[in-house]
C-alpha cells in the first residue's frame, strides 16, 4: 500500500488558491447573468431561486484571477512583471474590461512596460480603480495606481481576488 506524499506548504496554497478560482469563477459567471437584468425580474429569480440558462461567460474578473493563479503556480509568489505579460496576453476585449484596460492591456501587448501605462492613464495620475479595485486595501491600490513594487503585499492581491477567506487557513 503507498503512502501519500504530504503536501508542502506551497502545495497546500496553491490547492486552495485553485478552489478559490473556482469559487470565484462560478460567482462571477452566475452574477454576471444578472447584469442587465431589470431589478424586479432580477429579485424575483433570486428569490424563487431560478437559475438563468446556460452559458454562463465569466468576466474579467476571472480572466485576469486565472492569471494571478498561473502566476502563482510557476512562481510559488507575484511576479508583477510577469503577471502584467499574463495579463497582456490573456486579454480578451469580450470579458467586460472597463475602457482604461482595454487601453492599457493592448498597450502591453505592444511591449510597452506596464509601469509607464497604468502612470500615464487619466491625465497622468493613474487609475484610482474601479470594480475589484475597490476591494483591495489603500496601500495596494496606491502602490499599484504608482505602478510600485508590492514589497509583499501580493497575498492582498489573493485575498481580494478570492471570494473565500480560507485561502490563507493553515489547515
Not at 467586460?96 to 512596460?113: D, I, N, V, W
Not at 501605462?117 to 475597490?134: L, P
Amino acid at each position: 500500500m503507498e503512502q501519500a506524499v504530504p503536501l508542502s506548504d506551497q502545495d497546500k496554497r496553491l490547492l486552495r488558491a485553485k478552489d478559490s478560482l473556482e469559487g470565484l469563477s462560478m460567482g462571477d459567471a452566475f452574477g454576471q447573468q444578472f447584469l442587465l437584468c431589470p431589478p424586479g425580474i432580477k429579485a424575483s429569480r433570486l428569490e424563487e431561486r431560478i437559475l438563468p440558462r446556460p452559458s454562463w461567460p465569466y468576466t474579467d474578473d476571472t480572466q485576469m484571477a486565472l492569471s494571478l493563479v498561473s502566476i502563482l503556480r510557476q512562481y510559488g509568489s507575484v511576479e508583477q512583471d510577469v503577471l502584467a505579460e499574463s495579463f497582456a496576453e490573456r486579454y480578451d476585449s469580450a470579458r467586460g474590461y472597463g475602457p482604461a484596460m482595454h487601453a492599457l492591456l493592448r498597450s502591453l501587448r505592444t511591449g510597452r512596460p506596464w509601469q509607464e501605462v497604468a502612470r500615464k492613464q487619466f491625465g497622468g495620475q493613474g487609475s484610482y480603480g474601479n470594480g475589484a479595485a475597490i476591494r483591495i486595501p489603500k496601500r495596494l491600490q496606491e502602490r499599484l495606481r504608482l505602478g510600485l513594487p508590492l514589497r509583499g503585499l501580493g497575498a492582498c492581491v489573493i485575498l481580494h481576488v478570492s471570494r473565500r477567506e480560507r485561502i490563507f487557513s493553515t489547515a
